[in-house]
């Protein structure tokens, strides 16, 4: 499912422009000047309010309105009612893709200093505005890992054009070992799931190895070849695809017990584990977290109103413009929408394949294992939707059900219903009950 927002404050701005794919790292020399010298005078433009010239220089194949004068008019209101004026922009590190450039321009703001990420093509046309959290801390395993007791092996998913870079953590010892594949939520993911300084895939794959499994995870095509995948793509290029491919690679390995291969998707890799142990047909079993049960819609709906409802107010730019998403969100489940109209960053026939789906109904179809592991404190999916896991699945064989009342969408403890800023303000780990209630399920067979 969508994270709202991805990697970002719990603002507008950032709800609405996540972050893109990590760029590749180059320090800033004498062809970079050009770059930071075209960011910093567009965000002038915008500190001067001249929003027209800024929108002017947006690259023309950015969707119609996402970043047009009023739009941007907006977004600056928004950021400074939340951080106060800008008082100082400094030159930042310059990162190279293909035809763009990406420069992330230290910022310091009035009430705190972010990162603002300005993406430039060839022609020094902007494609692309972020505002992002300084870097996260460091990550330290948490102390239910214990590195001495595993290894990694870099490998490859799929072949070809689309081939996804990946790593086997293995247990060491006699083996095989039973082998669990990690299916990410939705958004241009890396191996570890990386939200800010927190990385709850890798907590997974080597609390996970502890325990004598073997686990492989992989960044997500969306991460890898963004860029270059053609307008429109689907589930089946954005999850299904992919997944296979490492359960394919997972079963070859000689570690890993073929006949042993289990499953685990977390938010939308869990919305569409069912159908990929489906079209799989072997597995051993099916970890579902933090997966979404009721129509999507109203899942995307209930987020932006959860999140206007953090706003100061009714009059407040953000409100304002999130109550519109709201309405642009109910427009697109009436079939208002053309199927290539943008709806938060991605065409609106994406939403409609998503509302399509129906994970419980295929899950019930199944005699495969499961387990359904759910977060109290998570207002992306929630406690409403494993209710709705419980009664769909009601009287199937080898169906388990886990509630979590302190863990939140990534299955991290903290108090309340959880915000945008507990994703990327705190380093937080999977909770060790997460990691144990798994771990006995997957050496237990799935029961």
Known sequence: MPRIPSRAFPTLVLMILLSPDPLLPQEPGPGSDRWNRAAREWVGLLKEGNFDGAGARVDPRVPGGAMG?????????????????????????????????????????????????????????????????????????????????????????????????????????EGPFPGLVLVHGSGPNDRDETIG??????????????????????????????????????????????????????????????????????????????????RDGGLAGVAILAAPARPFFQVLRGQLEYLAGLEAGPDSPARIQLDSLVAEVRKAEAGEMAPDQDLLGAPAGYWRELAEVDPVATARESSVPLIVLQGGRDYQSTSQDLSLWEKGLDGRERATFRHYPSLDHLFAAGEGTATPEDYVSTVRHVDESVIRDLARWILGGGS
């Open 69 to 173: 004068p009023e739009q941007l008019r907006t977004i600056w209101a928004q950021l400074s009612g939340q951080l106060g004026p800008l008082l100082s922009l400094e030159p930042g590190t310059v990162s190279v893709q293909g035809e763009y450039h990406a420069v992330d321009l230290p910022a310091a703001f009035e009430a705190q200093s972010v990162v603002i990420r300005i993406v430039l093509t060839d022609d020094l046309q902007v494609s692309g505005f972020f505002i992002r959290p300084p870097a996260p801390s460091a990550y330290e395993p948490p102390p239910y890992v214990r590195p001495e007791s595993f290894r990694e092996v870099e490998v490859v998913v799929g072949s070809d054009l689309w081939a996804l870079p990946g790593v086997l953590t293995l247990p060491r010892g």
């Open 197 to 278: 300084g927190n990385k709850p895939f890798r907590d997974l794959a080597w609390g996970l190895a502890s325990s004598g499994i073997a686990v492989l995870r992989y960044d997500k095509r969306t991460h890898v070849h963004g860029p270059s995948l053609p307008a429109g793509i689907g589930l089946e290029e954005e999850v299904l695809l992919d997944a296979l491919a490492a359960l394919d690679l997972a079963r070859k390995a000689p570690e890993i017990e073929a006949d042993r291969v289990f499953l685990l998707g977390h938010s939308l890799g869990g919305m569409m584990a069912p159908e990929i142990a489906r």
